[in-house]
């Protein structure tokens, strides 16, 4: 469950539009069932799960298709981000993020939305981790183009 506590400040922050529970899980490597509690404060996320409090970052979480699209503001609080922990780059953990939503992609149109997703964040990842991500995109693709017929031959489906 996601909460949006407004104690004694009206201020959202404006990335509490890329906070799920997905993506929370994966960044602390726990399962998405063992959260129990998302807190979403005006400057820090809590999340409480099973065996685990932690404070987490809106700038740590990716921006995701259900979402408005990123604006130049939340680039900058990124880019801010990143300088600070002197990485200048997304964290590895984005790559996988992005590599799992184009797995779970169901039809061609939602791979390629993710697609476009990438294409406005390609700044944020190195070259090796965008090209990864380019190599699952095609992987995905290619399985989704695939007739049925075709994948029944098959080593995926055995």
Not at 49 to 78: C, G, K, M
Not at 100 to 124: D, E, M, P, V
Not at 127 to 138: A, G, I, K, T, W
Request: proline share 6%; glycine share 0%; net charge positive.
């Amino acid at each position: 469950m996601i909460t949006i506590e407004r104690a004694e400040s009206n201020y959202v922050n404006p990335l509490v539009r890329f906070v799920t529970e997905d993506a929370i899980a994966l960044l602390l490597n726990i399962p998405v069932t063992e959260i129990k509690e998302i807190r979403c404060w005006p400057n820090v996320i809590l999340v409480i799960a099973e065996h685990l409090v932690r404070f987490v970052s809106y700038a740590d979480l990716p921006p995701i298709l259900e979402a408005a699209p990123p604006t130049n503001q939340d680039i900058l609080t990124w880019r801010k981000r990143w300088r600070k922990q002197k990485t200048h780059k997304a964290p590895e953990f984005w790559k996988e993020f992005y590599s799992q939503k184009f797995r779970q992609a169901n039809s061609s149109a939602q791979l390629y939305a993710w697609g476009r997703l990438i294409n406005i964040l390609k700044f944020a990842f190195s070259h090796e981790r965008l090209e990864s991500l380019r190599n699952v995109f095609r992987t995905c693709r290619t399985l989704l183009t695939s007739p049925v017929s075709h994948l029944k031959n098959s080593k995926i489906l055995a």
